[in-house]
């Protein structure tokens, strides 16, 4: 079985947004990606552009799997609304707006929650602190188990 088509399977990261990969001596994962320009339509004034301003990096925590952490450098790209001359970042598949987490490992943390284990063992396997677990549950509305 190739990397890339489990990496898809898992994390739902595609190959062609995959620039780099990175496996450390200890068996986790690093990777970098970018998005390749591509039209955006400006979420507030519905504008479509393709002009990029740059990217910035940013730091993703992609939790955990067989023990081995994957995190990623998201090179996000932004852009800029020629109508408004706004700045804004290109729609990604990867993370949540202001968050460090990626989407997919959001949804595995959430999972957890229905099933008896500790804000401590949530931690370990989503690769974040304990905190970071409590914090992002305290957000959400749910239901007290019986
Ligand atoms: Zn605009």
Do not use: W
């Not at 001596?25 to 504008?47: K, M, N, Y």
């Not at 729609?91 to 401590?120: A, D, H």
């Amino acid at each position: 079985m190739s990397t890339v088509n489990y990496t898809e399977i898992i994390f739902k990261i595609k190959e062609e947004y995959i620039k780099h990969t990175r496996v450390n001596e200890d068996g986790s994962v690093h990777f970098t990606l970018e998005i390749p320009v591509a039209e955006q339509v400006r979420p507030h004034c519905g504008a479509r552009t393709r002009k990029s301003k740059g990217k910035r990096p940013e730091d993703v925590k992609f939790g955990a799997t067989q023990h081995h952490t994957v995190t990623a450098t998201y090179l996000q790209r932004r852009y800029k609304c020629q109508e408004c001359n706004h700045t804004f970042i290109e729609k990604n598949p990867f993370v949540c707006r202001y968050l460090r987490l990626s989407k997919t490992n959001m949804e595995y943390l959430f999972r957890q929650l229905g099933e008896k284990v500790s804000f401590t063992e949530m931690a370990k396997l989503s690769n974040v602190s304990v905190s970071t677990v409590i914090r992002y549950c305290s957000k959400l509305a749910i239901p007290k188990p019986n």
